[in-house]
Protein backbone atom coordinates (compact mmCIF):
# COMPACT_ATOMS: atom_id res chain seq x y z
CA UNK A 1 0.00 0.00 0.00
CA UNK A 2 1.66 3.27 -0.96
CA UNK A 3 2.01 6.02 2.03
CA UNK A 4 -0.16 9.09 1.75
CA UNK A 5 2.27 12.02 2.16
CA UNK A 6 -0.77 14.76 1.24
CA UNK A 7 -1.45 17.55 3.97
CA UNK A 8 -4.40 17.15 6.21
CA UNK A 9 -6.65 19.94 7.29
CA UNK A 10 -5.01 18.94 11.54
CA UNK A 11 -1.58 19.48 9.58
CA UNK A 12 -2.35 23.10 9.52
CA UNK A 13 -3.57 23.91 12.81
CA UNK A 14 -0.09 21.65 14.05
CA UNK A 15 2.04 24.01 11.92
CA UNK A 16 -0.08 27.52 13.14
CA UNK A 17 0.38 26.17 16.98
CA UNK A 18 4.59 25.20 16.46
CA UNK A 19 4.62 28.70 14.69
CA UNK A 20 3.76 30.04 18.04
CA UNK A 21 6.07 28.04 20.03
CA UNK A 22 8.97 28.15 17.82
CA UNK A 23 11.15 29.84 20.43
CA UNK A 24 10.29 27.22 22.96
CA UNK A 25 11.00 23.78 23.59
CA UNK A 26 7.97 21.43 22.36
CA UNK A 27 7.38 17.87 21.78
CA UNK A 28 4.54 16.00 20.49
CA UNK A 29 2.96 15.06 23.46
CA UNK A 30 2.60 18.11 24.45
CA UNK A 31 1.21 19.25 20.96
CA UNK A 32 -1.37 16.37 21.09
CA UNK A 33 -2.83 17.43 24.25
CA UNK A 34 -3.28 21.15 22.74
CA UNK A 35 -4.68 20.38 20.07
CA UNK A 36 -6.86 17.06 20.73
CA UNK A 37 -4.66 14.90 19.06
CA UNK A 38 -3.63 11.09 19.66
CA UNK A 39 0.24 11.13 19.72
CA UNK A 40 0.10 8.94 16.56
CA UNK A 41 -1.57 12.18 14.68
CA UNK A 42 0.71 14.21 15.46
CA UNK A 43 3.65 12.19 14.06
CA UNK A 44 2.28 11.58 11.02
CA UNK A 45 1.16 15.43 11.06
CA UNK A 46 4.65 16.42 11.52
CA UNK A 47 5.93 13.44 8.80
CA UNK A 48 3.61 14.87 6.38
CA UNK A 49 5.04 18.85 6.92
CA UNK A 50 8.85 17.63 6.74
CA UNK A 51 7.54 15.98 3.29
CA UNK A 52 5.90 18.94 2.06
CA UNK A 53 8.78 21.67 3.44
CA UNK A 54 6.78 23.58 5.74
CA UNK A 55 9.02 22.08 8.82
CA UNK A 56 12.87 21.70 8.42
CA UNK A 57 14.08 18.40 8.81
CA UNK A 58 14.91 18.70 12.78
CA UNK A 59 11.13 18.84 13.72
CA UNK A 60 11.64 22.01 15.24
CA UNK A 61 11.24 25.16 12.95
CA UNK A 62 8.71 26.12 10.42
CA UNK A 63 9.89 27.40 6.88
CA UNK A 64 7.40 30.23 7.56
CA UNK A 65 7.91 32.42 3.86
CA UNK A 66 6.67 28.45 2.75
CA UNK A 67 3.73 28.13 5.08
CA UNK A 68 2.82 32.02 4.50
CA UNK A 69 2.56 30.89 0.54
CA UNK A 70 0.93 28.14 1.47
CA UNK A 71 -1.68 29.48 3.69
CA UNK A 72 -2.16 32.43 1.00
CA UNK A 73 -2.46 30.15 -2.08
CA UNK A 74 -2.77 26.24 -1.27
CA UNK A 75 -5.32 26.55 1.50
CA UNK A 76 -8.22 28.10 0.11
CA UNK A 77 -7.87 25.45 -3.05
CA UNK A 78 -7.12 22.74 -0.75
CA UNK A 79 -9.54 23.45 1.98
CA UNK A 80 -12.12 25.42 1.33
CA UNK A 81 -14.98 26.49 2.80
CA UNK A 82 -18.46 27.89 2.54
CA UNK A 83 -20.80 29.59 5.27
CA UNK A 84 -23.39 27.33 7.04
CA UNK A 85 -26.53 27.55 8.46
CA UNK A 86 -27.18 30.20 11.33
CA UNK A 87 -26.35 28.18 14.67
CA UNK A 88 -24.99 28.19 18.43
CA UNK A 89 -20.73 28.48 18.17
CA UNK A 90 -17.42 30.19 19.30
CA UNK A 91 -17.55 33.43 17.52
CA UNK A 92 -14.67 34.18 14.99
CA UNK A 93 -13.58 37.23 16.15
CA UNK A 94 -12.43 40.17 13.43
CA UNK A 95 -11.86 42.68 15.22
CA UNK A 96 -12.45 46.24 13.73
CA UNK A 97 -9.20 48.04 14.90
CA UNK A 98 -6.74 45.50 13.12
CA UNK A 99 -8.47 46.82 9.91
CA UNK A 100 -11.22 44.34 9.24
CA UNK A 101 -14.14 45.37 7.70
CA UNK A 102 -17.76 45.88 9.39
CA UNK A 103 -19.63 42.18 8.73
CA UNK A 104 -23.13 42.57 8.88
CA UNK A 105 -23.29 38.80 10.45
CA UNK A 106 -21.33 36.85 13.17
CA UNK A 107 -19.27 34.00 11.66
CA UNK A 108 -19.21 31.11 14.61
CA UNK A 109 -17.32 27.53 14.49
CA UNK A 110 -20.53 25.27 15.58
CA UNK A 111 -20.12 24.37 19.56
CA UNK A 112 -23.29 23.64 21.12
CA UNK A 113 -21.92 25.55 24.13
CA UNK A 114 -21.24 28.28 22.26
CA UNK A 115 -21.41 31.98 23.42
CA UNK A 116 -22.78 33.44 20.38
CA UNK A 117 -25.14 33.37 17.45
CA UNK A 118 -23.74 33.09 13.57
CA UNK A 119 -23.38 31.75 10.03
CA UNK A 120 -21.08 28.91 10.78
CA UNK A 121 -17.69 27.78 9.28
CA UNK A 122 -16.68 24.18 9.35
CA UNK A 123 -13.16 24.54 11.19
CA UNK A 124 -9.77 22.85 10.07
CA UNK A 125 -10.82 19.67 11.86
CA UNK A 126 -13.01 19.49 15.09
CA UNK A 127 -10.22 19.68 17.51
CA UNK A 128 -9.63 23.22 16.34
CA UNK A 129 -12.72 24.84 18.56
CA UNK A 130 -11.41 23.08 21.51
CA UNK A 131 -7.95 24.44 21.03
CA UNK A 132 -9.24 27.33 19.91
CA UNK A 133 -10.93 27.85 23.18
CA UNK A 134 -7.53 27.42 25.13
CA UNK A 135 -5.14 29.74 23.04
CA UNK A 136 -6.19 33.36 21.87
CA UNK A 137 -3.24 33.51 20.16
CA UNK A 138 -3.77 30.27 18.12
CA UNK A 139 -7.57 31.22 17.58
CA UNK A 140 -6.43 34.52 15.81
CA UNK A 141 -4.66 32.45 13.28
CA UNK A 142 -6.97 29.83 12.95
CA UNK A 143 -9.62 32.70 12.44
CA UNK A 144 -7.13 34.33 9.71
CA UNK A 145 -6.82 30.88 7.91
CA UNK A 146 -10.47 30.79 7.70
CA UNK A 147 -11.30 34.32 6.36
CA UNK A 148 -8.54 33.05 3.65
CA UNK A 149 -10.46 29.36 2.78
CA UNK A 150 -14.27 31.70 2.78
CA UNK A 151 -12.77 33.28 -0.29
CA UNK A 152 -14.02 36.01 0.13
CA UNK A 153 -12.78 39.75 -1.84
CA UNK A 154 -13.70 41.62 1.22
CA UNK A 155 -11.65 39.41 4.14
CA UNK A 156 -8.92 38.28 2.14
CA UNK A 157 -6.29 41.26 1.98
CA UNK A 158 -7.28 42.08 5.47
CA UNK A 159 -6.12 38.42 6.57
CA UNK A 160 -3.34 38.29 4.13
CA UNK A 161 -1.64 41.60 5.74
CA UNK A 162 -2.41 39.52 9.24
CA UNK A 163 -0.67 36.23 8.74
CA UNK A 164 2.26 38.16 6.85
CA UNK A 165 2.56 40.48 10.03
CA UNK A 166 1.85 37.54 12.25
CA UNK A 167 4.23 34.51 10.30
CA UNK A 168 7.04 36.40 9.30
CA UNK A 169 8.17 39.05 12.37
CA UNK A 170 8.16 35.24 14.91
Known sequence: MRKHHGMRPQDVVLLLKISLLENKAWQGKELAVALGLSAAEVSDALRRC????????????????RLLRFL???LPCVFPVELGA???????????????????????WPSADGPAWGATIEPLYPGAVVAARQDAALHELLTLADMLRLGNPHLHPTAKQQLRQLLLVN
Open 50 to 65: QFARLLHPEHRTINRP
Open 72 to 74: LYG
Open 86 to 108: HQQGLPIVLPPDKGWPTLSETYV
